[in-house]
């Protein structure tokens, strides 16, 4: 079940970073699931580092860091998905 939980997060966290970065990202959706789901424990990996895993109510800070890091993830393949679909 925690796979099924993994894939669900990864694609909403995944999404959201798109939504965050300007212009078109020509990646396909399983790309931005599996990207979704790398940034999410790198977040959670620097949440811990900055001592904000663990809060009372929603860890908004922790939620921000997973999505920026998928975002960054994305901003750094889509030039080499580009390139390899041309």
């Known amino acids: ?3 099924l ?3 669900i997060a990864g694609l909403v966290i ?4 798109k939504l965050v970065i300007p212009g078109r990202q020509p ?3 399983w790309l931005t699931v599996l990207l979704g789901i790398v940034g999410g424990i790198i977040g959670n990996f620097l949440a811990s580092a900055f001592g904000v895993a663990d809060t009372d ?4 800070i922790r939620h921000f860091f997973q999505i ?3 975002a960054v993830l994305i901003l750094l393949v889509t030039p080499f998905w580009s390139r390899r679909r041309v």
């Open 68 to 70: 920026g890091a998928a």
């Open 1 to 3: 079940m925690s796979i």
């Open 14 to 17: 995944g999404l959201l970073a």
């Open 57 to 60: 109510g929603v860890d908004w």
């Open 5 to 7: 939980w993994a894939i």
């Open 27 to 29: 990646i396909p959706l």
